[in-house]
């Protein structure tokens, strides 16, 4: 049980609807509530359908499919992760439209690439050699339903101060934004390190 909530803890950490609705600022600024959890909904369920099956298959897709390490990917996912980083601590907000771009399809746009990346698949492979396949898929749907509830608590608090303090939500997003980003750069850089470390054991 303990390995469970652990696991669940960890992709929820790497999903961080704190850093997440800093993508989609503009979405939580122009979508109703009720149309906004919607899209958010099926963009959870787009993330958990890919998720479990990185828990599930884990190595496999790597080394059967895509003819790869796991480690390769590690390592390129933390040098990704690292330019985001980089970009929030340089650019702030403006960082936010460079790197999220436009699609019509707003639940895949949000699915790809903001909550399926290189850290969240990462996380599901680790989650699926810790647990079973049935307790991996659980600790997947349970991290992401709590960070759908989360970031849809998160848009109502929006629409909530707003109104009333318009300023004070653009200092949490300039603030927050390169405060996340230096959470975005330890995470790559342990990433990156992980990928290394796993590489070195094979010589």
């Known amino acids: 049980m303990n390995d469970f909530f652990r696991s669940a803890a960890l992709l929820f950490v790497l999903l961080n609807p704190f850093l997440v609705i800093l993508y989609l600022v503009d979405m939580v600024e122009n979508l109703k509530r009720g149309q906004f959890a919607g899209v958010m909904v099926r963009a959870g369920l787009i993330a958990s359908v890919v998720f479990c099956c990185f828990a599930i298959l884990g190595d496999?897709?790597?080394s059967g499919f895509v003819q790869a390490e796991f480690a390769s990917f590690q390592i390129f996912g933390g040098v990704v992760f690292l330019l985001i980083g980089l970009q929030f601590v340089f650019r702030g907000p403006t960082a936010i439209e460079i790197l999220r771009g436009k699609s019509e399809h707003l639940a895949g746009a949000v699915a790809?690439?903001?909550l399926i990346g290189p850290g969240t698949i990462s996380a599901s492979v680790v989650i699926g050699k810790r647990l079973d396949p049935l307790s991996a898929c659980a600790a997947v749907?349970?991290?992401v339903i709590t960070f759908?509830?989360?970031?849809?608590a998160l848009?109502?608090?929006?629409?909530y101060v707003r109104p009333r303090s318009e300023i004070l939500v653009q200092k949490y997003i300039e603030i927050a934004g390169r405060i996340m980003a230096?959470?975005?750069g330890t995470i790559s850089v342990?990433?990156?390190m992980q990928g290394i470390r796993t590489w070195a054991e094979k010589f």
């Open 190 to 192: 342990e990433m990156i």
């Open 60 to 62: 496999t897709i790597f």
């Open 155 to 159: 848009k109502a608090l929006h629409d």
């Open 182 to 184: 230096l959470f975005v």
């Open 112 to 114: 790809m690439p903001v």
């Open 141 to 143: 749907i349970a991290a």
């Open 148 to 152: 759908v509830v989360l970031i849809v």
